[in-house]
């Protein structure tokens, strides 16, 4: 029972983590939200130096250049699979549709499956070590 309960629980925890998030910076945003193709969304599109909008991820040049402090010795390495993705995306004719389906659809299930994978192999790990010690 305790497994099945691990596992309803590992992929509820990051949208529980998501929601609250959300949430919390909703709450922390003074100025209403805008909209966007009919969406009501938190952040505008309008250019902010200060803080990321829609408009850096329209534009990521932009948001590097203003906004990317951490990892900009990292770009010559990660860019070459960030804009791979991307273009990849975009060379299958639907980009929201193979979005959705890759990274919230395909990319969890296969992380979830190694994790399943791998607490099953900490499982037997642990029990083979408890069989061991009792002999």
């Known amino acids: 029972m305790k497994k099945v309960i691990l596992y309803i629980l ?45 408009n ?13 402090k951490f990892l900009k010795p990292y770009f010559a390495s990660v860019d070459k699979i960030y804009f791979g993705i991307i273009h990849f995306f975009k060379s299958t004719g639907n980009y929201v549709m193979a979005n959705i389906i890759f990274l919230v659809v395909l990319w969890p299930l296969i992380l979830y499956y190694l994790l399943i994978k791998s607490i099953n192999l900490q499982i037997k790990i642990k029990s083979m070590k408890e069989k061991c010690l009792n002999i």
């Open 10 to 54: 590992i992929p509820l925890f990051p949208f529980i983590i998501m929601i609250i998030v959300n949430e919390y910076f909703r709450s922390k945003i003074i100025k209403s939200g805008s909209n966007n193709s009919g969406f009501m969304i938190i952040n505008s599109n309008e250019v902010n130096p200060e803080r990321c909008s829609w």
């Open 56 to 68: 850096c991820h329209n534009n990521t040049a932009y948001c590097k250049k203003h906004h990317v």
